[in-house]
T-cell receptor
Framework: GEQVEQLPSILRVQEGSSASINCSYEDSASNYFPWYKQEPGENPKLIIDIRSNMERKQIQELIVLLDKKAKRFSLHITDTQPGDSAMYFCAASGGFASALTFGSGTKVIPCLP | GPKVLQIPSHQIIDMGQMVTLNCDPVSNHLYFYWYKQILGQQMEFLVNFYNGKVMEKSKLFKDQFSVERPDGSYFTLKIQPTALEDSAVYFC?????????????FGAGTRLSVL
């Protein structure tokens, strides 16, 4: 089945700087790659996604990149702010027909410059 | 926006007891899912359910697990009997159609503590 690796597990980033989270997947048939933000005690919320027919997508301060050949995708939070503090999970469709395979998560911790 | 409600938010039970986790999916959704998240780890797929039947299940969906949605009410996950390793947060999700990722919504989870 699909396996998704996510790094780093913890990311401390200065406020105003860019945060980058990297994921890789195994199943070349995966064609949908969402990113979820999960705050403590809350449900995971979709923040941005990319499909396999795209290489780059941006929504406000969030940028996702997809390299299908390398089977890698990444999330970049430009201008990180205190409100970006959360766990971030990447995921890939694949393996099961209707389920997502999640990465192990990245805890983003914005800190003062 | 659309919400998936999960009741209760936290449940504490003794090992060997039965537990039922309840999920109220988005009203017009047809596909329902359970995911399991052990503390500090990723969510892992357990099962999906459509038209009264389990469609797919992972190896985490043990024989002690069952799901149902009687008469369009709550979508439930029952564990009987529970084991210590069942302690986790269980997330329910629903979607309008298969692989309709744009309509996939997660609930806030039920934290299950098995003592």
């Amino acid at each position: 089945g699909e396996q998704v690796e996510q790094l780093p597990s913890i990311l401390r980033v200065q406020e105003g700087s860019s945060a980058s989270i990297n994921c890789s997947y195994e199943d070349s048939a995966s064609n949908y790659f969402p990113w979820y933000k999960q705050e403590p005690g809350e449900n995971p919320k979709l923040i941005i996604d990319i499909r396999s027919n795209m290489e780059r997508k941006q929504i406000q301060e969030l940028i996702v990149l997809l390299d299908k050949k390398a089977k890698r995708f990444s999330l970049h939070i430009t201008d990180t702010q205190p409100g970006d503090s959360a766990m971030y999970f990447c995921a890939a469709s694949g393996g099961f027909a209707s389920a997502l395979t999640f990465g192990s998560g990245t805890k983003v911790i914005p800190c003062l410059p | 926006g659309p919400k998936v409600l999960q009741i209760p938010s936290h449940q504490i039970i003794d090992m060997g007891q039965m537990v039922t986790l309840n999920c109220d999916p988005v009203s017009n959704h047809l596909y329902f899912y359970w995911y399991k998240q052990i503390l500090g780890q990723q969510m892992e797929f357990l099962v999906n359910f459509y038209n009264g039947k389990v469609m797919e299940k992972s190896k985490l969906f043990k024989d002690q697990f069952s799901v149902e949605r009687p008469d369009g009410s709550y979508f439930t996950l029952k564990i009987q009997p529970t084991a210590l390793e069942d302690s986790a947060v269980y997330f329910c999700a629903s979607s309008l159609a298969l692989r309709d990722w744009d309509t996939l919504y997660f609930g806030a989870g039920t934290r299950l503590s098995v003592l």
